[in-house]
């Protein structure tokens, strides 16, 4: 009943931009805390972003600022806005909708950054 769907993952080159979305299905997600999580062969999942019901955002260190949570409550959909990407940002990016009890994963979209 419950999926979340994740897209916008691909490749792109140092210092490129993108967008990653989370579109839930079979739950309100403006009724969860949310959160991004990426792993990279020979690494463990790491947490990148998380947003609460109430707005609250934490980052993983290694964003810099260039990272930005957000949803978008009339479509059910929660973001990740990626820009001045890394090669070390290189993951399977998984969403996350969690509360209560209730914590499900989507399937994830990859991200490679290279030249």
């Known amino acids: 009943q419950v999926q979340l769907v994740e897209s916008g993952g691909g490749s792109v080159q140092p210092g490129g931009s993108l967008r990653l979305s989370c579109a839930a299905s079979g739950i309100i997600l403006n009724d969860h805390d949310m959160g991004w999580y990426r792993q990279a062969p020979g690494k463990q999942r790491e947490l990148v972003a998380t947003i609460t019901r109430g707005g609250s955002v934490n980052y993983g260190d290694f964003v810099k600022g260039r990272f930005t949570i957000y949803r978008d409550n009339a479509e059910n959909t929660a973001y990740l806005q990626m820009n001045s990407l890394k090669p070390e940002d290189t993951a399977l990016y998984y969403c996350?909708?969690?509360?209560?009890?209730?914590?499900?994963w989507g399937q994830g979209t990859q991200v490679t950054v290279s030249s």
């Open positions: 996350n909708a969690y509360r209560m009890w209730d914590n499900y």
